[in-house]
């Protein structure tokens, strides 16, 4: 009886083979849209950004291949926060790099400045892509804030006199809050144009370098040889245009948890050297992609005296 039945159980078996192989194999899930979210919000910015996007499919494998922005026009987007719900507006943006696309940064704005140590929450409803939320609050400033030495002026306004001090620091006693810092140096100045104008534009030598950790005192420093380096520079760059030093800047930006660790995933995890097929998703939205940041920026900052030297 056994031996009869072993013809039969090969039969079922190549019957059951014919059958899958005629249905063609394929890695790809059904696709569903998902909103895509971007915004880091500033405590010393005057305006913030959002940028919407729904995810995409392509006929092939390869997502790079498609050359297409996927931005969403007329999406709601909002901030709550204690001074209330702020509403954003659509806007175009300049687009830094178009290898891939070729059209303006389609993004969402708002004139608002977040408070440190406040929460806010972000509303967008993306249409067919549906809505998503997120809430972050940003890290308090820092509890304590001076120069060293005291009187920077010794460094800042003769940085090519070799009897002064090598460097000058700006002391920040960041927040326990604060999940990651990051410092920068950098000069404001304003030139004069080919149509005879002002522009204020920055020099900037130091950072952004970001650090994991909060809670302790942070020294934001630059030394006398890199200032006066960027000053005579600039003086030779602009030697026949009007040149005006307005300030040397000294900023400690403190990073929400949220923010590093979405930075720290598609930044810091980054090797030159190795080609990564394990990239990981972080995000704090609700329903799909992206991410809600905060940062709480403190400042020191000198001003050049009018008959500054470099000034022509």
């Known amino acids: 009886m056994r031996n009869a039945l072993v013809p039969i159980i090969i039969s079922i078996l190549q019957a059951f083979l014919c059958l899958s192989c005629n249905e063609q194999f394929s890695p790809k899930a059904p696709f569903e849209p998902q909103p895509v979210v971007y915004s880091v919000i500033y405590t010393d910015r005057p305006q913030q950004f959002v940028r919407v996007y729904s995810t995409y499919d392509v ?36 687009r830094p790099d178009t290898s891939r696309y070729k059209t303006p940064i389609y993004a969402y704005v708002a004139d608002w400045r977040p408070k440190p140590g406040q929460a806010y929450t972000l509303t967008v409803n993306a249409g067919k892509a549906g809505s998503t939320q997120a809430t972050v609050t940003t890290p308090p400033l820092s509890s304590s804030q001076y120069w060293n030495p005291v009187d920077p002026t010794i460094s800042l ?9 090598t460097t000058v620091s700006a002391i920040f006693l960041s ?51 890199s200032v006066s380096s960027v000053l005579h520079n600039l003086s030779k760059k602009y030697a026949g245009s009007k040149l005006t030093f307005k300030r040397i800047v000294f900023r400690l930006i ?29 995000t704090n939205l609700s329903r799909g992609y992206g991410v809600f940041g905060a940062c709480t920026v403190d400042s020191l900052v000198h001003e050049y005296p009018a008959d500054f030297r470099f000034n022509h």
């Open 59 to 94: 006929s092939g494998y390869y997502p790079y291949a498609n050359a297409t922005d996927g931005a969403i026009a007329g999406a709601t987007v909002s901030v709550t926060g204690p001074q209330g719900t702020f509403l954003f507006r659509d806007t175009l943006l300049q």
């Open 254 to 282: 403190q990073m929400e948890e949220n923010w590093y660790e979405y930075y720290s995933i598609v930044r810091l995890a980054q090797d030159s050297r190795t080609t990564r097929f394990d990239q990981p998703d972080f």
């Open 175 to 225: 927040s326990q809050s604060t999940k990651a810092i990051s410092e920068q140096v950098y000069i404001l100045y304003t030139v004069q144009n080919g149509g005879g104008r002002e522009e204020e534009r920055e020099a900037q030598f130091l950072g952004p370098n970001v650090a994991m950790g909060g809670g302790g005192y942070t020294s934001v420093w630059c030394d006398r040889a």
């Open 157 to 165: 306004d003769y940085p090519d006199t070799s009897t002064v001090l």
